[in-house]
């Protein structure tokens, strides 16, 4: 598929290419995608509609999800190019606010559940934790190309981060909140069709339960935290409050009650900049009679967003 492939051409030269290039082939492969109405694009214009509340042909829903191509396409770049960037350059480059709240978790020592959505940079932003002293495991998607996710796990393993593959996630991730770490879990889209049921963005959709099944299990705290990217390669992340349910009812109805309060965090962080949700992948369900259109694969040839 032509994403892939100009991704694998990525690999080579976007690491070696001035940053203000890099981003601009960025752009000009965002745009070749938009206008050749990639599915990615289609897939973000869908979930743009639902955030704006306005049809996905809307001029203004199609031109947030151009937005986010570009975003997800210049966050690549800032990946590839993540292998050669000195930590303390890294580190420089990420402003954060509410970090007393992680760290004040952390202290704790029942291990931090971190909840974000793919919003801004998360790849990159997140070898901050590893780099502050929190050890920190991240569940991935595999994707069909072997070499290629060892690659792109080895540039988002690059300052400390772990990684493992998300389908054989459960022993690491209990092991690492028993220990004291940090787990990330990127919680805003139910991949495998099994999640609970919320209410996100004024819309019935699921959302997976794994944040609350390990709070559950472990006691961690559940730690929103979320990134925007800034001009000139610099990101902006802002951690909030544990989220805190009633501690009454069943374990059902406690799950819930929990991940309403994922859903209401999520949906207030896509809603400060929805062009920064950079997601390609239908969230809500289609009405029955919908069809699903032909096209290109989209901005995610990792098979990820």
């Known amino acids: 598929m032509i994403a892939t492939t100009l991704f694998r051409l990525g690999m080579t030269v976007a690491p070696w290419l001035p940053r203000s290039l890099a981003y601009a082939c960025a752009r000009a492969f965002a745009t070749l995608l938009a206008g050749a109405g990639a599915g990615g694009f289609r897939a ?22 151009r937005a986010a191509l570009t975003h997800q396409a210049l966050n690549y770049v800032d990946l590839l190019q993540l292998g050669r960037l000195p930590a303390a350059t890294l580190l420089q480059r990420i402003e954060v606010s509410g970090y007393e709240h992680l760290r004040r ?8 559940i971190i909840i974000s959505g793919h919003i ?24 069909r190309s072997s070499r290629l996710f060892r690659y792109v796990s080895a540039l988002r393993a690059s300052h400390g981060l772990t990684l493992v593959p998300a389908d054989a996630a459960l022993r690491p991730t209990l092991r690492t909140l028993r220990q004291g770490g940090v787990v990330v879990l990127i919680n805003d889209w139910d991949r495998l ?10 819309r019935e959709t699921q959302l997976p339960a794994a944040p609350a099944v390990f709070h559950l299990r472990t006691g961690a705290p559940i ?21 805190v349910a009633a501690a009454t009812g069943g374990t059902e109805q406690r799950i ?22 950079v ?3 239908p969230v809500w369900p289609r009405p029955a009679n919908a069809q699903r259109a032909p096209g290109p694969a989209g901005c995610s040839p990792t098979g990820e967003s």
């Open 44 to 65: 973000a214009a869908a979930n743009q509609a639902v955030v704006h509340g306005r049809p996905a042909a809307d001029p203004g829903v199609r031109a947030a999800a």
């Open 279 to 281: 997601l390609f992948h």
């Open 105 to 112: 978790a952390h202290a704790a020592g029942r291990g931090v």
């Open 223 to 243: 730690i929103p935290c979320y990134v925007h990217r800034r001009p000139a390669g610099r990101y902006a992340v802002w951690v909030e409050p544990p989220i």
């Open 120 to 143: 801004g940079n998360l790849d990159v932003v997140g070898q901050a934790l590893p780099l502050r002293g929190h050890p920190t495991l991240v569940p991935v998607e595999r994707v």
């Open 193 to 202: 069709g099994n999640g609970v049921p919320v209410r996100f963005c004024d």
């Open 256 to 277: 819930l009650a929990i991940m309403q309060g994922v859903a209401a965090s999520l949906e207030a962080a896509i809603r400060r900049d929805p062009t920064q949700w």
